[in-house]
């Protein structure tokens, strides 16, 4: 039988499942990446309690919750936490602060004939462990950087190396004004545990540093923390290079390809070229300033014509057209403006299977 424990970071490491009771909307604000919600209680129980704890105290609060969560109610939740158990009993439960919920949870569970163990400090401690790690990573500084301009594929690289953290994968988002994945983004916090849970388990297994994609501050509306912008912008860099027809073929088939694929689960297939059609305009908009005007509007006026040809499917040649000059007269600059003064810092320039072997005889990275 597993016992209450501190040891967070074998809890991470091992990825152990864990049983996650608090409310649905704290689970929803942070969760720890392998935790499972099944919650004591639910969000108006919670809010309700919380209620009667500041106006009466605590025996009063945990009178209320008992009366809340009775009878049938009771059974159904420890129906739910049992089949948890069950499944996996080398798991752990945690609230909060491992304090009355989780406590309540444990004795419900031994009346039901299961000893079950619970986290001391519950998610707060956790969420504490991994802030700690997060930062104490990016000051070590143990990371490559891997660079490229827009459409060169570096997060297929990323994804092709064990030692590396995929931060745009888990912030679902690809970093960039045409860059969402038509699904939400997670939270900050969430965002933030699962990155550091993952670079933690990376360098568990290697001394070797770590490859992250080189951003900007933000993904999306994922905000890195300044000590991990501060780690990229002092790393050495990896340099991937690739040809502009290339570039263009990538972007077609990872931003067109992605929308039109949304757009055919979610619209009937008379709608889907019209929805891209509007995707494709209103990401304009987003960099409308930066564009220019005059430059604005030639492309926007394309936008037609090229979903037209997407359609008929008579070929890529306008749409083909306006990545070209975004590539040409808006990322390239944005990129080799990023890259001033860092020349020095550049120790491999090369395509992704140069990279790979320099990087398996360099650094022993596994493809």
């Known amino acids: 039988m597993q016992r209450d424990t501190a040891d967070i970071e074998r809890i991470i490491l091992e990825d152990i499942p864990l049983l996650d009771i608090r409310a649905p909307i704290e689970y929803e604000r942070g969760r720890i990446a392998n935790a499972v919600n099944v919650p004591l209680l639910d969000n108006e129980q919670r809010e309700m309690i919380g209620t009667e704890y500041a106006e009466k105290g605590q025996?009063?609060?945990?009178?209320?919750?008992?009366?809340?969560?009775?009878?049938?109610?009771?059974?159904?939740?420890?129906?739910?936490?049992?089949?948890?158990?069950?499944?996996?009993?080398?798991?752990?439960?945690?609230?909060?602060r491992g304090g009355l919920r989780s406590q309540i949870t444990q004795q419900w569970l031994k009346e039901a004939g299961i000893e079950y163990a619970k986290i001391i400090g519950g998610y707060k401690a956790m969420r504490s462990y991994l802030l700690e790690q997060f930062e104490r990573l990016a000051k070590e500084g143990n990371i490559l950087v891997l660079a490229a301009p827009t459409g060169c594929g570096k997060t297929d690289l990323i994804c092709r190396l064990s030692q590396s953290v995929d931060i745009e994968g888990m912030a679902k988002h690809r970093g960039s004004a045409f860059g969402g994945m038509f699904v939400p983004q997670p939270t900050q916090i969430n965002w933030e545990n699962q990155v550091a849970s993952e670079w933690l388990r990376v360098s568990s297994k290697s001394r070797e540093p770590v490859m992250f994609e080189s951003e900007s501050h933000l993904i999306g509306r994922i905000s890195l923390p300044v000590f991990l912008q501060d780690a990229l912008r002092a790393a050495p860099v990896v340099e991937l290079v690739t040809t502009t027809e290339d570039r263009i073929k990538k972007i077609r088939e990872d931003y067109i390809g992605t929308a039109m694929s949304h757009y055919g689960k979610t619209h009937p297939e008379s709608e889907c070229y019209q929805q891209l059609e509007t995707f494709i305009s209103e990401s304009l908009v987003r960099i409308q300033r930066r564009l220019g005007g005059e430059r604005y509007q030639r492309l926007n006026s394309l936008v037609p014509q090229a979903v037209a040809e997407l359609k008929a499917k008579s070929g890529t040649e306008t749409l083909d057209q306006i990545v070209h000059t975004l590539l040409h007269d808006y990322y390239d600059p944005l990129y080799a403006h990023k890259m001033i003064g860092r020349e020095d810092q550049i120790v491999f320039k090369g395509n992704a299977d140069e990279i790979v072997s320099w990087l398996d005889k360099n650094h022993r990275a596994e493809a």
């Open 59 to 96: 025996d009063a609060a945990v009178g209320l919750g008992l009366e809340l969560v009775a009878d049938e109610m009771k059974e159904a939740r420890v129906a739910l936490w049992r089949q948890f158990a069950e499944r996996h009993p080398d798991g752990f439960l945690y609230c909060f």
